[in-house]
């Protein structure tokens, strides 16, 4: 569904240069929900947005269900491929009430029904129509993010790239929503590529995942292999045992691997 | 004030229309500014301004364009509460018609000097590159010049008369708003809600004008009152040096300029009209503080 | 070590007398609606500790926190509020400069908010640390607190906007700019919740060792049950503005409030996979407040 090759992202020149992302290959399935974890600016989100079309310059190729993309992207693309991001509080446009957020994408893309669309999509997340006509502003973190995902479901896309959707949100918010996300998947048959932290998270949600350090792909393995402790690169198991919790004398056998 | 029904649909969590949802965002906006007595106080002021040059023709007692020559320059009395300047006029008439003139230069001032800056900032601040270079140059140009010399260059050239005045007010108005809608842009252009605007499919109009304007209107509203006492006075400026409004059309700031030579003797001819400008000028200002808590994006 | 390099100020040997004393702290706000009662009559002493506040969103951990610094728009009121004995309440804009970020500092929980999106970072870390004086220069200083908190390019985030920074790294550069400050307190509002799990428990290790070392109060807001359970002293629960429940942050597990307990259901393990998460049932009596004689 996603086929990534070869993908290399540069920021910045000279002195400012950065390699985000350092020849970077990934193959996600159909169907399948992807697990991207890895050290704090290893590219994880720069990988999403060269998916997303919304970086400029990145070389390499990146095909989504079949088709080879470009730069830009058309309209069509968007249809096919949303995304949700991290931070609740910024993803939605503080000026606009919900209903505009989730009609936005239906003008755009000419389609008719509107009314009757969004109120779908709110039913699908499990918020009332009550909630049609507020701002931002009058949501929890928790509602907003729901409709940050109901923006990227109102399109029917097949594949939705998620940027640590539920690190912002308290563990019952995140359950909520994990379980909404798990509800979405097996309904509507939608991909996933999903960048998060908490190891838990990928564990409970994805089928394989991959981890990324300084801009490379070190290891794809299985989720289930996170439960076992098999995984193959050190980087990999001193993320597994960090993930246990707080322990002052493991962070000083921490190595940079 | 309002009836508690009405009040309740105004502050309902769960409005039931856009409209709704608009209004209740409204009266909050309101509520905050009328906490604020100052800023009730510059908001008087401009009711009572426009109150003024609506009923113009009903207020002023006498005739403000002509008057007899044996009326000439009297004191504040009963029959003229202002006195008279040295044409015989109602010093009080031409204030209230005066009213009208400077309302319309603000006004349109305001109309046009705004959208202009809005439209240049945003542009420039969004596409980047060198769109923007180019027309922050043109920015920093008109910026370079005092504003007061720059609008008389301009309507020396463009001749009197006040539709030259309120363009040549406008043309040297713009930067600084092009300035401030750039700035905010800036702070804008980066974050996830345009990334997802954009991952509607949306092109670069929808973007600039449904999504990024709506960010910088509200300091540009802010900007726009508290430079309505500059403009008062740059237009009083012209009118003072002839460039404004043709006599014997009343307009403040000439009417300053006329009283000019009797200040000491009679003092009241330029008084007045130097106390109307310095009030509506206080009034925006006090308004524009008000609006400033209103719709400080960071105060909320 | 990471400490090495702060430099040590006079130690202070109260440890009689608590750094941080709080007592019914209520923060109320004036809504069009009527009043919001977001902070009730919470009441907490800490010394040179680790005091960790839980909750969900909207409980007023945050708000906590920031009347701690007079920072909340809200109306506080407390029946005691002192820092190393000296009085919180009512102090004047002055008084306060010399606490806020110099003797109390926060790290605010949006780091894409609370970075300048207009200012380089190391503009912004310098200005954090304007007041510090000391033998090296403000900008080797920067370098050293950026490298510390384990950004790997430290020169180029120095001279990087906010938007060209990762989620995690600008969270980072908000300790960093805490770090310059040197404070003797510090409020942390989920401070590594971008950060991956290594860096998060580096990050950690330097408010531990400043904790150990030079004395340093913390409070540390999270989410995250299992890293409070192993990382803090003391745990206070806070449920609709309230605390709940306060407990030695070890025997977090074995908490007896329904609240607390709810949410420890609803993480999902990786060792302990389930097919579908437990959802918390909020029972409104859980905000009410304590029965008489109770606590
Ligand atoms: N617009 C940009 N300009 C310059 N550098 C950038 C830009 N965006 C990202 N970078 C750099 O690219 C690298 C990767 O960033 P990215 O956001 O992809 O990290 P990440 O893996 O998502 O990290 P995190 O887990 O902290 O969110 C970082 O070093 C970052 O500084
Ligand atoms: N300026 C304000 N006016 C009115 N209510 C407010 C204001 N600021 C915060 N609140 C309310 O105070 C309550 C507590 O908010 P607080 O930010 O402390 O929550 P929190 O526990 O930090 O949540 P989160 O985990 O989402 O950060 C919330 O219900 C919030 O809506
Ligand atoms: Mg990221
Ligand atoms: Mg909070």
Redesign the interface.
């Known amino acids: 569904m996603i086929d990534i090759d070869n993908l290399s992202v540069v920021?910045?020149d000279g002195?400012?240069r950065?390699l985000a992302v350092d020849q970077f290959s990934l193959r996600v399935e159909a169907g399948e929900s992807f697990g991207l974890?890895?050290?704090?600016?290893?590219g994880?989100?720069t990988v999403l947005?060269a998916v997303?079309?919304?970086l400029d310059t990145w070389t390499g190729n990146i095909a989504v269900d079949g088709a080879k993309l470009g730069r830009k992207?058309?309209?069509d693309?968007?249809?096919k491929v949303?995304?949700v991001?991290?931070?609740p509080?910024?993803?939605?446009?503080?000026?606009?009430?919900i209903?505009?957020i989730l009609s936005?994408?239906l003008i755009?893309?000419d389609l008719d029904n509107r009314e009757a669309r969004v109120r779908d999509v709110l039913e699908q997340v499990q918020l009332g129509p009550?909630?049609r006509?507020?701002?931002p502003?009058?949501l929890?973190?928790?509602q907003r993010q729901r409709i940050?995902i109901a923006?990227a479901l109102i399109?029917r896309p097949r594949i939705i790239l998620l940027d640590?959707p539920t690190?912002?949100?308290?563990?019952?918010?995140?359950?909520?929503i994990?379980?909404l996300l798990?509800d979405i998947r097996t309904q509507l048959g939608v991909t996933y590529l999903l960048v998060s932290?908490?190891?838990?998270?990928v564990?409970?949600?994805c089928n394989r995942f991959a981890v990324m350090r300084?801009g490379k792909l070190i290891e794809v393995a299985e989720s289930a292999h996170?439960?076992t402790g098999a995984l193959s690169h050190a980087y990999s198991r001193?993320?597994?045992l960090?993930?246990?919790?707080?322990?002052?004398a493991?962070?000083?056998t921490?190595a940079d691997l | 004030m309002i009836s508690a029904p009405f009040r309740n649909w105004l502050l309902s969590d769960t409005p039931d229309s856009r409209f709704q949802a608009r209004m209740g965002r409204f009266y909050l906006g309101w509520l905050t500014f009328a906490k604020n007595p100052l800023a009730l106080l510059g908001l008087i002021i401009l009711v009572l301004l426009i109150v003024m040059a609506i009923f113009a023709p009903w207020i002023s007692p006498h005739n403000p364009l002509s008057g007899e020559l044996e009326d000439r320059l009297l004191p504040p009395s009963g029959k003229f509460f202002l006195g008279t300047d040295e044409n015989g006029r109602d010093i009080f008439s031409r204030i209230v018609f005066g009213a009208r003139t400077t309302l319309y230069i603000i006004g349109l001032v305001a109309v046009t000097a705004a959208p202009i800056g809005l439209l240049i900032g945003t542009t420039a601040g969004y596409v980047g590159g060198w769109v923007e270079t180019a027309l922050m140059r043109i920015t920093d140009a008109f910026l370079a010049f005092p504003k007061l010399i720059l609008a008389l260059a301009f309507a020396a050239a463009l001749g009197p008369g006040l539709e030259n005045a309120v363009l040549a007010i406008a043309i040297t108005s713009w930067p600084p708003y092009a300035r401030i809608a750039r700035a905010e842009t800036l702070t804008v252009r980066n974050s996830d809600y345009l990334a997802a605007a954009r991952m509607t499919g949306a092109g670069p109009f929808r973007i600039l004008f449904g999504h990024i304007m709506p960010m910088c209107v509200p300091s540009l509203i802010v900007r726009v009152s508290l430079d309505m006492a500059g403009i008062i006075l740059i237009a009083a400026g012209l009118g003072f040096l002839g460039l404004g409004v043709a006599p014997p059309q009343p307009e403040w700031g000439s009417m300053v300029a006329e009283g000019r030579s009797q200040i000491l003797e009679q003092w009241w001819v330029c008084t007045y009209p130097g106390i109307a400008i310095c009030i509506v000028s206080l009034g925006f200002n006090l308004i524009g503080d008000g609006l400033r808590d209103v719709l400080d994006p960071r105060g909320k | 070590m990471v400490c090495a390099m702060f430099s040590t100020r006079v130690e202070n040997k109260m440890t009689q007398t608590p750094i941080l004393d709080v007592q019914n702290l209520n923060v109320r706000f004036d809504t069009p609606k009527g009043e919001f009662h977001a902070v009730k009559d919470v009441s907490f002493t800490m010394g040179r500790e680790k005091l960790a506040i839980v909750g969900e969103s909207g409980s007023g951990k945050t708000q906590t926190g920031r009347a701690i610094l007079g920072l909340t728009q809200g109306r506080i009121t407390a029946d005691r509020m002192t820092f190393h004995g000296s009085n919180l309440l009512g102090l004047s804009p002055v008084a306060w400069r010399e606490i806020r970020g110099r003797r109390i500092a926060m790290v605010m929980q949006d780091p894409k908010y609370s970075l300048n999106p207009v200012m380089t970072i190391g503009d912004q870390l310098i200005e954090a640390g304007h007041r510090h004086i000391g033998t090296i220069s403000p900008r080797q200083r920067s370098l050293e607190m950026l490298e510390a908190v384990k950004i790997r390019d430290p020169l180029r985030v120095f001279r990087a906007w906010p938007h060209e920074l990762s989620g995690g790294m600008g969270q980072r550069a908000m300790i960093a700019m805490m770090l310059m400050a040197e404070p003797e307190m510090l409020i942390a509002d989920e401070p590594t919740s971008a950060l991956d799990v290594t860096v998060r428990l580096q990050v950690l290790a330097i408010l531990d060792d400043l904790v150990k070392t030079r004395n340093m109060g913390l409070i540390f807001i999270s989410h995250d049950l299992n890293l409070v359970r192993t990382f803090a002293d003391r745990v206070l629960i806070m449920y609709g503005g309230r605390v709940v429940e306060e407990l030695p942050a070890r025997d977090l597990y074995s908490a007896t409030h329904p609240y607390t307990r709810g949410l420890l259901a609803c993480a999902p393990e990786v060792d302990n996979p389930k097919k579908r998460l437990a959802i918390l049932n909020r029972d409104p009596a859980w905000a009410n407040p304590p029965p008489r004689g109770g606590r």
């Open positions: 920021f910045g002195e400012n950065v974890v890895g050290e704090s600016g290893s994880k989100s947005r997303a079309g919304l992207r058309s309209r693309f968007y249809a949303q995304m991001f991290q931070d509080f910024g993803s939605l446009h503080p000026k606009h009430t209903d505009r936005e994408p755009v893309h009550s909630f006509f507020r701002y502003h009058q929890s973190g928790g940050a923006r399109l640590e690190s912002a949100l308290d563990v019952s918010i995140q359950a909520e994990l379980n798990d932290h908490d190891l838990g998270v564990a409970h949600m300084q996170l439960g001193q993320l597994l960090a993930s246990k919790g707080y322990d002052r493991l962070v000083d921490f």
